[in-house]
């Protein structure tokens, strides 16, 4: 176990509140820690912490669970993005995270247009869905 491994159940459960951990909180403690953001969400699973306020609206939130919606249009431009970036049919987090860096868009922006296009997002980069 690396040194900064040791920690992570720490910084998990001085983190989370009332036994959650919001999605953008366990992206900062992967990156504070330099680990891999799926040991974060695995850490937090061993310890019963849930994982909620995913950052493309895709789960823990109260209370229907997801809060992104579809979009009304999609631009040619994100409907390609999202299209040179599929595997199996379905669009990495990761990547939806690329693309709105890329694009100078908002996270929801790429889930909301996921939507629209009827394509899932998955796998999770904190391993919960």
Known sequence: MEK???RLPQQVAERAKDGE???AVAFEIANQLNTAPAAVGACADEIKIRLVKCQLGLFGYSPDKKIVKA???VSDTLRRAIGENLE???LPCQRAFAI???LGLCKMDISG???TLGIKIKPCQLGAF
Do not use: I, M, V, Y
């Open 21 to 23: 951990l919001p999605c």
């Open 113 to 115: 247009a996921c939507e």
């Open 4 to 6: 900064d491994d040791a």
């Open 100 to 102: 709105a860096s890329d």
């Open 88 to 90: 199996n049919g379905k």
């Open 71 to 73: 979009r009304p249009e």
